[in-house]
């Protein structure tokens, strides 16, 4: 059975502290990817990685850092978490296969409250 | 740049009954991927049904159906026969066929079905 995993459902942090937020893939995908869902304005993405060591910025990454050292894993990054970075965040990963049609395949989501 | 519209941030169906999700998109591509996801309450995003634009056959997927109409850059979902189950977000997806594997979200739908 396909499964994305993330460390924490609810995490809360103070303002400047260092965040880790770790996704494991257990479908060999090649893609994964770091969104934040905020009501209203649906999922943007964060950054995204197409390979171990390779990673792209997304669509609002200011604030945020990505690590991918092995395959299955890929971590978000907050240097130093602000209350405007309290959101949810998920995790996907997909194939580069296309016969796959590239569908995402998402974590459950970990909640962070930065106060 | 692509954009993702959904325009009904709430909608509201009796069991049973059939409800539509309206989606536009705005792309300059010829060919590409559109999908439904569906986001359950505090459970994992799935993906319900998937187009790709070069393909004028409408997607179906047992209750799930789509409109697509290319020209007018529409792409809508109906659920036939809603189910209590069917209660969740919905977010419409746009995926270019070049390039990186990256996901344009619109802003969601929240559907609840009424018993």
């Known amino acids: 059975d396909v499964k994305v995993t993330q460390s924490s459902r609810y995490l809360v942090k103070r303002t400047g502290e260092k965040v880790f937020l770790e996704c494991v893939q257990d479908m060999d995908h090649e893609n994964m990817f770091w969104y934040r869902q905020d009501p209203g304005l649906g999922l943007r993405l964060i950054y995204f990685s197409y390979d171990v060591k390779m990673k792209e910025k997304g669509d609002i990454p200011e604030g945020y850092s990505v690590s991918r050292e092995k395959k299955e894993r890929f971590s978000l990054i907050l240097e130093s978490a602000s209350t405007n970075q309290t959101s949810m965040y998920l995790c996907?990963?997909?194939?580069?296969?296309?016969?796959?049609?590239?569908?995402?395949?998402f974590g459950p989501g970990t909640r962070l409250t930065v106060l | 740049a692509q954009t993702v519209t959904q325009s009904q941030p709430e909608m509201s169906v009796q069991e049973a009954e059939t409800v539509t999700l309206s989606c536009t998109y705005d792309t300059s591509e010829s060919n590409y991927y559109l999908f439904w996801y569906k986001q359950p309450p505090s459970r994992q995003m799935i993906l319900v049904i998937r187009q790709e634009a070069y393909k004028q056959q409408n997607a179906t997927e047992n209750r799930f159906s789509v409109n697509f109409q290319k020209a007018a850059k529409s792409f809508s979902l109906k659920i036939s026969d809603s189910q209590l189950g069917d209660t969740a977000m919905y977010f419409c997806a746009f995926m270019k066929t070049s390039g990186t594997y990256k996901y344009i979200f619109g802003t969601g739908t929240r559907l609840k079905v009424l018993a």
């Open positions: 996907a990963s997909s194939s580069k296969d296309w016969v796959g049609y590239n569908e995402q395949f």
